[in-house]
């Protein structure tokens, strides 16, 4: 089958191989990252810096229109919602894009993505052919396209709605429609779709994408048990070429990590790292490769923090997700596996056109040992090979030895010829070459050895192999010149112009392995393999796509040591390296030969000569690097001098509720209706109330056959509500969660009022103070992101209520105050109503109060503490902070303000999490900082939270530039 299109431009086409981009065959190699979970814009080019480092060439994007489209008629792209510095960003890299503006896209986000107000204000079932939400969705959608359209081809192109299903025919109408405005706009990049399981959805018929997509997440959401694997899924290629073999094979999302429940027993980050670790990275992603996919996006590279009211309930505040870029951004274990196979990929251009040919199962490939699987890819035109070999039970953590029937220009024989196997560890995959080009002309015959990097650096043909040091490879290769074998446990045999070199086990560090004017070969174990980088040397910029591989350049460098290189640049005979660095490390670089002279962030390196000769005879630097000692200086302040404000005047007598709004509906667009009251509604949304807490007020006269309440309490799965009855404490709803599981929405309690505490014949309020948990995302039930958030019952036990009344965030969702911060950053609690979370506001004449001295009076309540610290962090520093609650369980929920910006809920009760990153940007590194904390006690019980800040790393280097924007507290439009 030919190369095709979608019939609106020729830079994006493609063919059942691969993305044809501008004339080239493509592997699209990609990483999520959501933007708006790094509301800092000057931090999204140290993570496309991270991603393309790692050899990517893509980043797939969501975009949040609850964030962007925050009310009817209002598109915000302003500050963190802003696509232009990302795609600014992206150019700068070299880094393709794949939009996936939605509108629903899941991501484990409040009501999915939908915007909150659409929730309230549209009867029709959403994401359907319904008029009125055909209606809402329109200002987003053409939001983005005109975002977008300027930005095509050169970064790639919109995705449509997420994970969905084409039944019924409503469903496919939708995205019929959706797919029209695109088709009616200036957006002429492909569309695609994403089919949350092998349903064969939009691949035929109304609503069909250009692109067919699957995602798969082998190992599920629960990282409690870290060890125990799922088995690698066996169909991917037999489904694929069943249901769309004519297109590449194409996963918008792979697992890269998971997301975390709420507590009590949810297993927390470090563990959901280890279920999708080096490990599962090295065999499920090689199980894809071996399904001949040709478009991978690992969910998520960078997972961020879902701050204020991005979560849905289903997940707390920490989006870090086990990835590969930890939440602080900084680089973890994983991050190395995806290294090598990202400089693997960004080196094999033969492998981004491949058939499969067949598997050790089916009797195209032939294996010594069964209890190996091995998968074989040919690229049909240079008949390079790539034999992709896993355990046949890929969970299993035995160590089988095989060898491997391949088929060479030189023949068929058996591999390895010289040592005894290929030895597979459990829990490992490897991928057998043979035939494989490198640089000009170089050839290897095969190598049970893996590939790191091939190309050329200086007119002089490159190869970089790797293996464990407890097994043996070898590899053979055509090699012109001398050889300069070093090292024990390296030998080689030449016969027939091809020169077979032996690994035996043991081998640890860099050796070089050839050296010639034409050839560099070198070797190291996997662990070295994974600490070097190969930075691109883009061309200048009158070139197009100058910093995109493939395109605008084909030359990089070898630079090994650092704990990055961000990027390299050679003007006429200096190599400039910029990186981060936290320790003291060797740096060996391979440059071109008419490379002179290497400086590091703008430093000279000074060269270890004979280390240098051991190396290379032409373009070799090896140097130590030392991080200046400012590095080990940095110590954070300590949180003292707390401030105190009680922030729950609603209970006192003679507070008054006159300017809050009537919560008087009697009928409502959600479709969860109340359960029992009088006919009115008492949905927070409804009154543009529709996330963070919200506070209720039922007034009611009381007689002496007054004697409890009924209430319904819903806020979603983790949720809390405390109730009063006057200034009397009654009780808290508590919801439920245990790593997703028991889960409990909603309550439904008896509160009953203690002797004293009614007025009788006079009126009485009731005060309920609920979180909202976020909104649900779509799911077997129809229209679940309409949450019915609030009370859905109230009843005495005799009489009937008088007025309701409601307080959310100052505003609503149509005039709420913050248009930096934006909608869902604030919640309806008195001290968020004055602003007192935002920086400037005068706390003087507050009490000095400790935040461990928990609320006066051991009462349940809620209060604020602010106070404020100093940073002075040079630049040319990264220096990731988070803040630390204590860890222990205590009946409180506090939601953490740094600078105004709402960065966690800590729900100590129920945890797991208590440390809370926060960037850069939000913190300002060189000035005043203001932390608030609210504290809601739920019961009348002694709490003693604490807090404190630490410092996660220090590396000298980062992406600099980063400037804050904390709008400070003023008066307007505060009560
Ligand atoms: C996918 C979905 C993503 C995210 C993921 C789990 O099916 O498309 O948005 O929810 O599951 O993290």
Known sequence: MGVTGNGRTNDVLWDKYSLIIKGQRVFIHSGEFHTFRLPVPG????????????????????????????????????????LEPLYEAAR?????????????????????????????????????NATDWHAAWQDYVQGVIIETAPYQVTQGGPVIDNEYSQEPAMHAEYFHELETVYLNSSIVVPLTANDPGENQAWINGTGAVNIYGLDSYPQGFDCSNPDIWSPVVTNYYSYHEFVDPGQPWYFPEFQGGSFDAWGPTAPGYDQCRILTGANFENVFNLNLWASNAKLINYYMLYGGTSWGALPFPGVYTSYDYGSAIAENRELTVKYPELKRQGLFLRSSPDFYKTDWVGNSTGGMVFVSNPAAFVTLLRNPDSAASFYIARQG???????????????????????????????????????????????????????????????????????????DPTSESEAALTLNGTPRIQGTGVSSVSSNGVTSVTFLPGIQGLITIWDSNEQLVLYSDTDTAGTFWSPEISADDSVEFANYWQFGTNTSILVGGPYLVRNATITESTLALRGDLNDSVQLTVIAPDDVKTVTWNGIPISLDVAAV??????????????????????????????????????????????????????????????????GRVLYGCDYEYCENIVLWRGHFNATENTQSVNLSINGGEAFAATVWVNDVFLNTSYGNSTNDQNILEETDDKFYFPPGSLLYGQENVITILQDNMGLNESGSVIDEEKSPRGIRGFMLNTGEFGEWKVQGKIGGYTNYLDKVRGVLNEGGLYGERMGWHLPEFDTSSWALRSLSEGLPNAAAGVGFFITTFNLSIPDGFDVPMSFVFDNTSQPYRSQLYVNGWMMGKRVSNLGPQYQFPVQQGILDYNGTNTVAVALWAMEPTVVTPTLQLSIEGVYEGGVGGIETNNPPWSPEGRP
């Open 613 to 678: 000769s051991n190396l290379t005879i032409q373009g070799g630097f090896v140097a130590q690097l030392k991080p200046s000692s400012t590095v080990l200086g940095f110590a954070p302040p300590a949180l003292t001098n707390w401030r105190y404000a009680d922030s729950l005047p609603e209970i006192r007598s003679g507070f008054s509720d006159a300017n809050w709004t009537l919560a008087d509906h009697t009928t409502t667009n959600m479709p969860f209706k109340p359960y029992y009251g009088d």
């Open 43 to 82: 931090l999204w080019l140290d993570i496309l810096q991270k991603v393309k480092a790692a050899g990517f060439n893509a980043i797939s994007v969501y975009t949040h229109m609850a964030l962007i489209n925050p009310s009817p008629g209002v598109v915000d792209f302003n500050d963190y919602r802003a």
């Open 92 to 128: 700068q890299t070299g880094i393709w894009i794949v939009l996936r503006p939605g509108p629903y896209i899941n991501a484990e986000t409040t009501a999915g993505g939908i915007a909150h107000w659409i929730t309230s204000e549209v009867a029709g079932e959403l994401r359907t």
């Open 393 to 467: 039970n890929s969970t299993t953590t035995d160590v089988t030895t095989f060898k491997l029937n391949v088929t060479t220009s030189a023949g068929s024989f058996e591999v390895p010829r010289f040592t005894s196997g290929i030895t597979l560890e459990g829990r490992q995959s490897k991928i057998i070459i043979t035939d494989y080009s490198f640089g000009l002309s170089s050839k290897v015959l095969y190598s049970t050895a893996q590939v790191l990097f091939a190309g050329q650096i200086g007119g002089r043909d490159i190869l970089f192999l790797y293996g």
